[in-house]
């Protein structure tokens, strides 16, 4: 790994770790039930090269929590995700994925979070066996406190790339009836400024690391994706339960790294990846503003 790659991998330690633990945060008191749309990026630039192209995201995710009279939670999670790479021609690729996730509670102050969620990543050509992962999260969470809960876990996948490993932390802080900040690193965090059920609004911290295969007519090589999205959002409330939301921020750190088939990573973790020797097959990307607005079935608890 040459020195400009690790002082890249460096500022992405500590980038993404005081975004996600170096903010006060607060519960979030509803669930999308539903939730499509799109994320558009429309000028993504080659760090080496004058060239550009287009990338679309379209989306819908479905999910329901089953609640026990104990209050241990079942969630069901489909997300259907087309990704659209528009420059000379069209490549399109695709992640689905079904999550299971349980929320056991041991006593009043602790509880335990699992899921799986088996995924294929793929442009949907000539699947293979190996197109199917099946990332695993496990976090313990505890609640010294009403308006105080965090908890630590560890989040695994073997991607295209090979063994990834992520530290998952969670932190809920109740400050007041109107700022709201939840947080489940890797995936996501926001602080949110709420006056009453029209108004939602505030900036949505997103990050994410994964892999998609290509067919056969690209040598079945792989892409390693990667971001980390820091955007402002507004909900538009058109009745108590049907929000449009819209965001607009910027991405940084981003990766659309193409690799050969078999060129692997021995182990990684989080963003620090060991004996990485792989040969990039493509240009790196630029950081770039993105653009993203979908329509929401919300329901409050």
């Not at 109107?178 to 990050?207: E, M, R, V």
């Amino acid at each position: 790994m040459n020195s400009n790659k690790v002082n890249k991998y460096l500022f992405r330690i500590i980038f993404v770790w005081s975004l996600f633990l170096f903010q006060p945060v607060c519960s979030q008191d509803y669930i999308d039930l539903l939730s499509a749309g799109t994320n558009y990026v429309p000028d993504n630039k080659y760090e080496n090269s004058d060239s550009s192209f287009k990338l679309a995201h379209n989306f819908l995710h479905i999910q329901y929590p089953k609640v026990f009279e104990n209050k241990d939670v079942f969630l069901t999670k489909l997300s259907l995700n087309h990704y659209r790479w528009a420059e000379t021609s069209n490549l399109d690729f695709y992640n689905i994925y079904l999550q299971l996730g349980l929320l056991k509670h041991f006593g009043e102050k602790t509880s335990l979070r699992f899921a799986v969620t088996p995924k294929i990543s793929s442009q949907l050509k000539d699947i293979e066996g190996n197109d199917f992962v099946v990332p695993v999260i496990g976090v313990l969470q505890l609640k010294p406190k009403e308006t105080f809960s965090w908890g630590l876990g560890i989040y695994y996948s073997y991607e295209f790339f090979g063994h990834y490993f992520n530290p998952a932390i969670y932190i809920k802080w109740d400050i007041n009836d109107h700022l709201t900040f939840y947080s489940d690193f890797p995936s996501y965090g926001y602080l949110a400024y709420h006056k009453d059920q029209k108004l939602n609004t505030g900036i949505w911290i997103a990050s994410s690391t994964t892999s998609v295969r290509l067919s056969n007519e690209y040598n079945s090589r792989y892409i390693q994706k990667g971001y980390v999205d820091a955007s402002w959002f507004y909900d538009l409330y058109l009745t108590k339960n049907i929000v449009i939301r819209a965001k607009a921020g910027y991405s940084v750190m981003r990766a659309l790294d193409l690799y050969a088939k078999n060129d692997k990573v021995p182990f990684t973790f989080s963003v620090m990846e060991f004996n990485d020797e792989r040969v990039q097959l493509n240009d790196d990307i630029d950081d770039a503003f993105f653009f993203e607005i979908s329509l929401n079935y919300r329901y409050h608890y």
